[in-house]
Every structure is written in structure tokens, then in C-alpha cells.
């Protein structure tokens, strides 16, 4: 049941429970006891979200076609951060990271640096410019992420796109979604000054105030500053970001307009390092982690981005059965420097070489969004229903350099570093060109259905979708590839609550993608027909108040595509992923809280061409993942100790499974301080992240990420106080 608490002066707090009949009921808090029949009056309420007390996780789901329920009223694995978590998991550039592998069934992908970013969801790929923001696809893309800004980011795990959208990379192993902050009841003011080694420097300030009749408008502004040299040698970042949600809500309509702009200058970012079937053959085994040096790239070696983002969503409140809803996005994103490459391994002695070519130096995109739609309640009988019927337009403008450049080759060796640099290559940064567009267009239908007393949850619902893509000469402009094809996506999705405290699930979701084919290849420019990815879950989960546990057993089926020995990519059989997900989170003692769980996944090839590669492990995919964050409130008042473990099993990185990369182990160590200092609360953080410096290699599960492997970085200390003014 939904609850509302209003505050009376005669009765104190009293709850507003919507009973069966979709009426409300008056229950005293204080005895109990039913007083008054009838329809409720405009209220304020007050009070915080329905999150764990630690303030992590809200175990409200407030994503798509679900609504407002709770976790356990919801049939598919969803886990929503708050703003607490992202903050307490701060560390410049990779803040992203850290709060998504919160998830056992999230990690993060070999190659993912700090301006790069895959993760992997069940051992599934996801691409991050398939991010949503506030719902709507697009409004994100990968680089480095300000996090900021961001009030909640919810991870859904497992293929849907009936909930998701059609994407830019079409990614289906599961969606993120970033939910802006927004001005609180209270005025908010903070200032955060940060250092992390090795001499990077944040500054931070976060500021919310509403106004006007009953608080009806509020505006949240967050800024950011950045930079310094990171702990990786010749890695220099240099970042600025500002976000402005401006908000409006009545009793029938909320909402919301906002801006963003950040600003990027990444100088070395360290990449994988690529070892080939011919060198992989020769060699006497895998280069040591810790003999190696941290970082393969020149130092001049340079990527930068430029994001202006403008959003705009409305919900009204027709009547008490029907709901409008509108969102439309717009994002401009340029790439004015690119120069960057992967190394390839030649021998045994550790030799390398990249070249990094200034002709593909520059691009830029434009995106627009488009959703709008309908949300009705009505009754059939004792049966409750949520329909949502609603539209989506996507689409996205691609441009990149023309003019030619020069190409640099620098020689390296990986115990040593770099041998021969001859310096930055020739980038153009004024020509460009139309290089491809998409649109895409869908219509999504989906019921949800209360029955039994509220005991039975029914979701059903359909995504009908087109996507056409197409890639352009850029000296011609003549059309090269062009892909139009349409599809429809169901989801299934039932939950049973045995009791008030646990509840039993089952979905079947479906996904459509196009394969992404990875550069280098002879048929890299190639648009390969779309795929659909399925997955069965079943699970149960159970809300003890102050901290809740999912159990879940999944099952995915992709097809997938793999590089042949000519050098060409193509579908080539499917992947089959099954495991069983722990997860917990919340206040698990008085003083004690915990965040993770654990995976065991097991994903092998099935149907490859002439059976060379069935029951190989998938490449990048370990058989078990763990992550386990706890926070102790000591005895000494206002301060708490933190610790985090993460466990990545041994796991191969090509499909043949001829380089397998040993299984690692990271410890996160940190302290927290609130205090006082001329009555203005202030806290102080210490943080280390990879306290025991460990180093190790990682895998990926891209398709351009076979055969690849990412040296992690070592030990990173982080220091930061933040005043509340």
C-alpha cells in the first residue's frame, strides 16, 4: 500500500492508506484505530524517501513502466542509488565506476579508463552511450561522467527493452538511468575541496534552494572543477562541469528543466594492451602485472570532449485515472581531439609499438529525444490496472574530420616504457563531415495488473520499434550503408508476496541490438543485420525494514559475432549465459551496514561455426564476481570506517581461450568525520582505493576488446572536506 503522513494538530501524525477500493482510510499511528472514510485532501508531505537508513538505496522504484513500488512489488532486478552512495564512492573520473559495481553483476570492462567506459552486466556487454538520463535515451554518453549532479542512478540488470528504449549501441545486457537532483524543503549549500594523488586537485560546490507558495519551485545548481596528474604516470585530466535542474510541482503536475555542460582535457590516458593469436603463440607466458610499467601511452597522447545537454520533462494529472507525460532532450557532443590508440604486443621480450593517426582526430554528434504518453488506472472486477501507452523518437547526427593527417609511431617496451617517441601527429580539427545518422522510432504498450489483495503483481508489455541507420562518405556524401528495419520486444514479468516481508518473481525479457563491429577489421564500416537477446529470471526477494536481499537465477541467450582468421567479423553462433545473483544492502546491525552480494555466472559459446569455439568460455566473463562494501558507526560520535572488497575470478580474454588472465582481488579502505567548525557542519574523508597497491590485468567483453588486456592502476589516496554553509 501506498502511505502518506500528514500532519494534524489535533491527532498528530496520521497515515493515508489507499485501501483496495482505491479509497483512503485515516489510521491514527498512535492507537491504530480507522476514524474517518473518504476521499484525502491536498497534503504536504514530509518526511524522506523510502530508502535504508544508511541512505543508500532507495527501495522505492521509481523507473518507467513500474512506477512508484517497491523493490519487492517489482519483477526484475532494479537497485537504485542514491545520492549518499555516490558521494561516499567519490573519486575523480571514476566515480561511475565504483558506484555501479556495487552490483554483483555489474563490472567493469577491461578497457574502461577513465574516459572510456564499459561495464558488463551478466556478462554481457554495455555500451555507456546507451545511459539513460531521467528516461530518456541519449541524454549520455561515454567519456568521464560528473556525478555531481545525479540524486539517484538506478541499475537494472538483464535485457528489456520494452523498459529502456531503443539506444545508440543498442546495448541489452541491462540499462543505467541518472535522475538529476533537484532543490530540497530545505535551502542546501555545500563547498567541497578535494586532493588525490598524485596532485589532482577538485573543487566542488552544490547549491538548492525552493521558493514561492508551498515551496512550488526550486532550482539545484552543481559546479565542478578539476585538475591535476593522476596516479598513473604522464596522465594528465583537466575537467569543468555545471548543471542546472530548475523544478515545478502542484498538486496535479511536476516539472522539470534543465541544462548541462562539462568540458574534458585528458593528456595520456593509459589503454589496453593488445596481444594477437601469432604473438599470444610465442610467448612463454602472460607478462607479470607487476613488472610492468603503469602506463603504455605517450604522455601527449590526448583525448577531449564537450557536452551542452538541455531536457525537458512534464507529467500532468488529468483526472484520478489518466496522466500525461512529455520528455524531450537535446545533446551536443564533440570530440575536438582524438589522438589516441591501442598498443600491440610483438614478442616475448615485451616490445610493443601503436601508432596513433591524426586523420580520425575529431567528431561530434548531434542527439535529440523525443517521449510522450499516456499513463490510465482503472479497475476490471477485483482486478487493478497500469497501462502505459506511449511514443519515442530518437535520433542522432554524426560528423568527423576530413582533412587528412599524420600518423605517429611510437615504440615502446612494456617493462621499460617508451624507446622511441617521435611526438604528436598532424591532427586536423576544422574539416568535418556528415558521417552517419540514426533515428529511431517506437511505440510501447504495458499493462500492470494488481489482483489476490494486492498479493499479485502482472507486468505485460510490448515495445514495437524501427531503426535506421546509415553511414555517409564524408569528401562525397554519398550514402555508403543504409539498415531500416523493424522489430517487436516483449517483457513478462510476476511477482507473489508469501508475506509482508518476502515476495517471489519470474520474467522473460527480450532485447534488439545491432552488432557493433570493431575497427580494424576488413569489414569494420559494415552494418550487420540486428540480433535478439532473451532472458529468463526467476527469483525471490525479502524486505526486512532496515536492509533488504534478492536472490535471482537468470538465463541469457545472444547471438553474437567473432573475428574469423581473415580478419572479418561476423554473427557467428550465440552466447549462453546462466548464474545465480546474491544481493544485499542496508542496515544489517545497529552500527553496521552492508552493500554487494555475489555472482556465479557461467557463459559459454554454443552454435559457433563448425563447433570450434562451443563450450569455450566467453572472453572477459570470470565464473565468479563478489563485491562487499560495509560501514561501521564507531562508538567515537561522528565517525565511521569503511572498507570494500572486490573479487574478479580468473577469466580469459580471447575466445579461444588460449590467454587466460588470473583471477584479482582489490581493497578499498576509508574514514569518515562529521563535525562542527563555527556551528557549520563539516566532514572530513580519507580514502584509499586499492590499499594493498595490487596490480593486475583485466579483461573485456566488447568485440573489440578480444584479445586485449588493461593494466588497473595502483594505490590512489583521496582526501576531501565539504562544508554545509
Known amino acids: 500500500m501506498d502511505e502518506y503522513v500528514k500532519k494534524q494538530k489535533s491527532t498528530g501524525y496520521v497515515s493515508a492508506v489507499r485501501c483496495c477500493q482505491r479509497r483512503l482510510c485515516y489510521v491514527c499511528k498512535c492507537c491504530r484505530a480507522n476514524y474517518a472514510w473518504g476521499n484525502l485532501d491536498e497534503v504536504v508531505v514530509e518526511g524522506s524517501r523510502n530508502v535504508t537508513p544508511d541512505g543508500k538505496i532507495d527501495k522505492t522504484i521509481h523507473f518507467g513502466i513500474y512506477g512508484d513500488k517497491k523493490f519487492t512489488e517489482v519483477p526484475a532486478n532494479i537497485t537504485s542509488y542514491t545520492d549518499k552512495m555516490i558521494e561516499d564512492n567519490y573519486m575523480p573520473t571514476r566515480t561511475f565506476f565504483n558506484v555501479a559495481t556495487n552490483n554483483p553483476s555489474v563490472m567493469v570492462g577491461g578497457c574502461s579508463t577513465n574516459n572510456n567506459v564499459e561495464l558488463q552486466m551478466r556478462g554481457i556487454p554495455f555500451n555507456t552511450h546507451d545511459m539513460l538520463l531521467n528516461g530518456m535515451p541519449g541524454m549520455m554518453a561515454m567519456g568521464i561522467i560528473p556525478e555531481n549532479w545525479v540524486g539517484r542512478m538506478d541499475v537494472i540488470t538483464g535485457p528489456n527493452i520494452v523498459l529502456s528504449g531503443t539506444g545508440v549501441k543498442q546495448s541489452t545486457s541491462g540499462i543505467v538511468n541518472f535522475v538529476p537532483k533537484q532543490a530540497e524543503e530545505k535551502p542546501n549549500l555545500s563547498i567541497k575541496e578535494t586532493y588525490s594523488s598524485s596532485h589532482l586537485f577538485t573543487h566542488d560546490i552544490d547549491w538548492g534552494q525552493r521558493f514561492g507558495k508551498d515551496n512550488r519551485y526550486g532550482i539545484r545548481i552543481n559546479a565542478e572543477r578539476y585538475a591535476g596528474d593522476t596516479s598513473v604516470s604522464n596522465e594528465n585530466v583537466q575537467g569543468k562541469d555545471l548543471y542546472i535542474n530548475i523544478d515545478q510541482r502542484t498538486k496535479n503536475s511536476k516539472t522539470s528543466l534543465m541544462y548541462g555542460y562539462d568540458h574534458v582535457k585528458h593528456h595520456g590516458m593509459p589503454e589496453v594492451l593488445k596481444i594477437s593469436d601469432s604473438v599470444m603463440s610465442t610467448l612463454s607466458g602472460l607478462p607479470s602485472a607487476d613488472k610492468v610499467v603503469d602506463n603504455f601511452m605517450p604522455s601527449w597522447s590526448y583525448l577531449s570532449h564537450q557536452r551542452h545537454l538541455y531536457t525537458l520533462s512534464h507529467e500532468q494529472k488529468l483526472n484520478d485515472n489518466v496522466a500525461f507525460y512529455v520528455k524531450g532532450g537535446y545533446q551536443k557532443l564533440t570530440w575536438p581531439g582524438y589522438l589516441d590508440s591501442k598498443p600491440s604486443l610483438l614478442n616475448n621480450a615485451g616490445d610493443y609499438e601503436l601508432n596513433i593517426s591524426g586523420s580520425k582526430s575529431g567528431s561530434g554528434w548531434q542527439r535529440r529525444v523525443w517521449l510522450s504518453g499516456f499513463k490510465f488506472n482503472f479497475d476490471t472486477g477485483d482486478i487493478k490496472h497500469d497501462v502505459t501507452l506511449g511514443y519515442e523518437y530518437f535520433s542522432q547526427n554524426s560528423e568527423s574530420a576530413t582533412e587528412a593527417g599524420t600518423t605517429s609511431k611510437v615504440e615502446g617496451n612494456i617493462y621499460t616504457g617508451i624507446t622511441s617517441d617521435p611526438g604528436a601527429p598532424y591532427a586536423p580539427l576544422n574539416h568535418y563531415a556528415h558521417s552517419a545518422s540514426i533515428f529511431n522510432r517506437s511505440i510501447v504498450l504495458a499493462d500492470t495488473l494488481t489482483m489476490l489483495d494486492d498479493k499479485l503483481i502482472v507486468t505485460a508489455g510490448l515495445r514495437h520499434q524501427q531503426i535506421h541507420t546509415s553511414s555517409f562518405n564524408t569528401a562525397t556524401g554519398a550514402r555508403t550503408k543504409d539498415y531500416n528495419k523493424s522489430a517487436t520486444s516483449p517483457t513478462f514479468g510476476a511477482v507473489y508476496k508469501l508475506s509482508p516481508v518476502t515476495s517471489v518473481y519470474a520474467n522473460y525479457s527480450e532485447g534488439m541490438s545491432t552488432m557493433s563491429v570493431p575497427k ?170 586499492n590499499l594493498t597497491d595490487k596490480k593486475y590485468w583485466s579483461t573485456m567483453t566488447t568485440s573489440y576488446g578480444e584479445n586485449a588486456l588493461m593494466l588497473n592502476p595502483g594505490r590512489t589516496y583521496i582526501l576531501s572536506a565539504t562544508w554545509h554553509i
Not at 529468463?536 to 567473432?562: A, H, M, N, R
Not at 580478419?567 to 546491525?589: C, L, M, P, S, Y
Open 520 to 689: 580494424g577489421v576488413v569489414n569494420e564500416n559494415e552494418v550487420l543485420p540486428p540480433v535478439k537477446t532473451k532472458q529468463y529470471e526467476i527469483g525471490s526477494k525479502w524486505d526486512f525494514g532496515d536492509w533488504g536481499t534478492t536472490l535471482s537465477l537468470f538465463k541469457i541467450k545472444q547471438p553474437v559475432g567473432l573475428t574469423d582468421a581473415s580478419n572479418h567479423f561476423a554473427a557467428d553462433g550465440e552466447t549462453r549465459n546462466q548464474g545465480v545473483e546474491w544481493n544485499i544492502f542496508g542496515k544489517v546491525a545497529p552500527k553496521l551496514s552492508m552493500n554487494g552480494g555475489i555472482m556465479l555466472l557461467d557463459a559459454k559459446y554454443k552454435s559457433t561455426q563448425n563447433g570450434a569455439k562451443d563450450g569455450n568460455r566467453v572472453f572477459g566473463t570470470p565464473k565468479i564476481n563478489a563485491t562487499m562494501a560495509m560501514n561501521w558507526e564507531t562508538p567515537v560520535e561522528g565517525l565511521s570506517l569503511n572498507a570494500r572488497a572486490l573479487y574478479f575470478g580468473s577469466s580469459y580474454a580471447d575466445s579461444k581461450n588460449n590467454i587466460k588472465v588470473p583471477s584479482w582481488t582489490r581493497i578499498d579502505l576509508g574514514a569518515k568525520y562529521d563535525t562542527k567548525i563555527m556551528d557549520n557542519p563539516v566532514t572530513f574523508s580519507l580514502m584509499a582505493y
